[in-house]
């Protein structure tokens, strides 16, 4: 009797590494409008910066407004990007940059990270936290890391395999509010 009880207990604890139960919507938070303090690494560059993003309609087919506003390294510093109604502008202590073709799309490429549209293909525990991975048809791999208090993300990244390699990108998530 408690050999089987020792094996159901082993059971029952070796099942809870499996997973976290959901029903699936861990991207619900991408919806509404927020602010956010990040760290981000680009392939071998990091940078920190302020993000603001308006409540984003997945379904519209139009990508959300969102600003960035470096704040290191210092060559970067105060340079703010703006995606409105899909036009993205730059500009340094509120006097933009001339037009430099897809430069500012780069710049706030890393934005995309907020804008995931299919569903999860994996959920794992990972310490404490829930890791989410998506897999989406062009082959670019979206891995989630949820707090467990929140269920809101803690950190974001992405890679994706291109002509000239592998590109990869992570965003670390230092502060996260809800605006709306």
């Given at each position: 009797?408690?050999?089987?009880?020792?094996?159901?207990?082993?059971?029952?604890?070796?099942?809870?590494?499996?997973?976290?139960?959901?029903?699936?919507?861990?991207?619900?938070?991408?919806?509404?409008?927020?602010?956010?303090?990040?760290?981000?690494?680009?392939?071998?560059?990091?940078?920190?910066?302020?993000?603001s993003?308006?409540?984003?309609?997945?379904?519209?087919?139009?990508?959300?407004?969102?600003?960035?506003?470096?704040t290191?390294?210092?060559?970067?510093?105060?340079?703010?990007?703006?995606?409105?109604?899909?036009?993205?502008?730059?500009?340094?202590?509120?006097?933009?940059?001339?037009?430099?073709?897809?430069?500012?799309?780069?710049?706030?490429?890393?934005?995309?990270?907020?804008?995931?549209?299919?569903?999860?293909?994996?959920?794992?525990?990972?310490?404490?936290?829930?890791?989410?991975?998506?897999?989406?048809?062009?082959?670019?791999l979206?891995?989630?890391?949820?707090?467990?208090?929140?269920?809101?993300?803690?950190?974001?990244?992405?890679?994706?395999?291109?002509?000239?390699?592998?590109?990869?990108?992570?965003?670390?998530?230092?502060?996260?509010?809800?605006?709306?």
């Amino acid at each position: 009797m408690k050999k089987a009880v020792l094996i159901l207990m082993i059971c029952i604890f070796l099942s809870g590494c499996e997973g976290k139960e959901t029903d699936g919507d861990v991207l619900s938070y991408q919806e509404r409008a927020f602010e956010a303090t990040l760290t981000v690494e680009v392939d071998e560059m990091t940078f920190s910066a302020f993000v603001s993003a308006s409540a984003w309609q997945k379904d519209s087919g139009e990508a959300r407004n969102i600003s960035v506003t470096y704040t290191a390294p210092a060559t970067l510093d105060g340079i703010k990007v703006t995606r409105e109604h899909e036009v993205i502008t730059a500009n340094v202590g509120g006097l933009p940059f001339d037009d430099k073709g897809d430069i500012y799309s780069s710049l706030i490429e890393f934005t995309d990270l907020f804008c995931i549209t299919s569903k999860p293909h994996s959920l794992t525990l990972e310490g404490e936290n829930t890791r989410a991975e998506i897999r989406r048809e062009d082959g670019t791999l979206y891995s989630l890391l949820l707090s467990p208090k929140t269920d809101m993300p803690i950190q974001i990244s992405a890679e994706k395999k291109t002509d000239a390699g592998t590109k990869r990108t992570c965003v670390r998530i230092e502060s996260f509010v809800f605006t709306d």
